[in-house]
Nanobody
Framework: QLQLVESGGGLVQPGGSLRLSCAAS?????????VGWFRQAPGKEREGVSC????????NYADSVKGRFTISRDNAKNTVYLQMNSLKPEDTAVYYC????????????????WGQGTQVTVSS
């Protein structure tokens, strides 16, 4: 079965850091898939956080996380990462990764595979 599995979530204090991982199983991310990170807070719609192209040559970020979050990928490990620094309470959400057979898509519907999410809570 083709799956994406997120890990690395947890409880962190404001200003702290967390590194999320998105590991693929059943298929290879290498060369073919753009991977995006999304988040959804209670009562809110799922929003795009970041995306990285299949080659890793292109990245994008939501304005709310620009300068604080960094997306990267290691195709040899079939894994994409989201390094989150200077975390704020408003970053609290379930974080999802998703893969698409394209450059970073404009809409969520263009992502083919989704993980089940990992909870990130930023609180003192």
């Amino acid at each position: 079965q083709l799956q994406l599995v997120e890990s690395g979530g947890g409880l962190v204090q404001p200003g702290g850091s967390l590194r999320l991982s998105c590991a693929a199983s059943g298929f290879a991310l290498n060369f073919y898939y753009a991977v995006g990170w999304f988040r959804q807070a209670p009562g809110k719609e799922r929003e795009g956080v970041s995306c990285i192209s299949s080659s890793g040559g292109t990245t994008n970020y939501a304005d709310s996380v620009k300068g604080r979050f960094t997306i990267s990928r290691d195709n040899a490990k079939n894994t994409v990462y989201l390094q989150m620094n200077s975390l704020k309470p408003e970053d609290t959400a379930v974080y999802y990764c998703a893969a698409a057979l394209s450059s970073c898509p404009d809409t969520r519907d263009e992502y083919e595979y989704w993980g089940q999410g990992t909870q990130v809570t930023v609180s003192s």
